[in-house]
């Protein structure tokens, strides 16, 4: 194994890290509190490039690689957490496309989504399935040459600002593991509303999409009849990992928040950085975030190196890295005292912004129950 950086991975992070902290920081606050996608940020994303690695090198991209990921959501992330996730949707929303669609299906969607002109969304969760997938009532059927949609969605990142959604519904019940397929909706399609918002503790922009009677026409499903599941677990598999980055990111933010507050805040005669219990908190948030970061490296590598699927490495890293975040950054608002707790301070809306982490793209307890089947299985 080789965790260290290529000379094109640490030109990656470092003009990532530039990037952040030039042109995302100055507008990371008020972007952050957007419930909306943010046309601003979109632009900084775009225009430098970033959504080429969420798209194959011939469709317009530089090639989807789990490193190149980690690199960049780590670096959003430590400075904003919508930048983070416009940016990563337009993978795991056009990934089943390039995982399962066919030539022309990927010419036409994900040219656009690399360029930033077309926004992605990935709608599986439902308002009575979210860890229990099989249990979606969104159902297709065909209709001469069309597919037609019915059901409703719930947490979809980007919904009603996506132009590009793909869809997972039911087209055969009662066939288990092969009851789903995935399609390609077009925001705008007769049938279909995405107008619907939802409004979390931390801004993000998410909503509530349906179809009523929604024709598509066949060729928008994607792969077989069937195989949604497994582009849905195919698509998490690459995923997974990143997740854990953008966790890092964010607790990595929270360590450097703390750092410089309790080497400047005076009490007692002297800086709260000078007790050694504050010493022992810091110590704990940097060895965590350096075994999260290893644990995330590995997932990565391994999947970039060819092994077909990552599911325990992805499901360890994704599991360790949101919670240790979660740890640092309640960690971080203690050592600021009630300073953590007033809006506009940085600890504060991380605090509200990880809570997510250890919820989406799979549960921790999912997470460990997918760890625990693997054990008992090898
Ligand atoms: C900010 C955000 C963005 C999201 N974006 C998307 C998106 O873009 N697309 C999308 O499709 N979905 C998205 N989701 C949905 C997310 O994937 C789901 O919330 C998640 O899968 C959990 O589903 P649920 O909320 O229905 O919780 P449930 O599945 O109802 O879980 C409730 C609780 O039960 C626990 N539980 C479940 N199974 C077991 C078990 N076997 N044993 C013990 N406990 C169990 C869970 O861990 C959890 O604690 C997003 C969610 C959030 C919060």
Not at 14 to 22: C, I, K, N, S
Not at 332 to 356: C, D, M, P, S
Request: charged share 25%; net charge negative.
């Amino acid at each position: 194994m080789d965790f260290a950086f290529t000379p094109e991975q640490s030109e990656l992070q470092q003009r990532v890290r530039r990037l952040a902290e030039e042109k995302i920081a100055p507008i990371a606050e008020e972007a952050d509190e957007s419930p909306t996608v943010h046309a601003g940020l979109m632009a900084i994303l775009a225009n430098n490039g970033l959504f080429q690695y969420c798209v194959p090198k011939e469709y317009g991209g530089v090639g989807v690689r789990v490193m190149d990921l980690c690199i960049i959501r780590e670096e959003l992330a430590r400075v904003s957490v919508q930048a983070d996730t416009n940016f990563i949707m337009q993978g795991l929303g056009s990934y089943p496309i390039t995982l399962g669609g066919t030539d022309e299906q990927k010419t036409k969607y994900l040219p656009p989504i690399a360029r930033g002109e077309s926004i992605a969304a990935f709608a599986l969760t439902e308002p009575h399935a979210g860890s229990d997938v099989l249990s979606m009532k969104t159902e297709a059927h065909l209709d001469g040459d069309d597919w037609v949609l019915n059901g409703e969605k719930k947490f979809i990142s980007q919904a009603g600002d996506a132009s590009t959604y793909t869809v997972f519904a039911k087209t055969d019940p009662g066939e288990g593991s092969r009851s789903l397929s995935v399609f390609i909706v077009e925001a705008g399609t007769a049938g279909f509303d995405d107008s619907k918002r939802m409004d979390l503790m931390a801004a993000h922009p998410i909503g509530e999409p349906r179809w009523n009677d929604c024709h598509v026409p066949q060729e928008n499903l994607i792969g077989e009849r069937g195989r949604g599941l497994r582009l849905a677990l195919g698509t998490l598999d690459t995923f997974r990992t990143t997740v854990a980055a953008a966790a890092i990111g964010m607790g990595q933010a929270a360590f450097e928040a703390s750092l410089e507050y309790a080497k400047n805040r005076e009490m007692f005669g002297q800086n709260l950085s000078d007790f050694q219990a504050t010493q022992f908190k810091l110590a704990d948030m940097a060895v965590s975030l350096d075994a999260a970061r290893l644990l995330a490296h590995r997932a990565a590598w391994l999947k970039d190196s060819g092994q077909e699927s990552i599911i325990k490495e992805a499901s360890f890293a994704k599991l360790f890295g949101t919670e240790a975040a979660s740890r640092i950054i309640n960690e971080a608002v203690q050592i600021h005292g009630g300073a953590g707790l007033e809006k506009g301070n940085r600890v504060e809306r991380l605090y509200r912004e990880v809570r997510a982490l250890t919820i989406y793209e799979g549960t921790s307890e999912i997470q460990r129950q997918t760890i625990a089947r693997q054990l008992l299985r090898d």
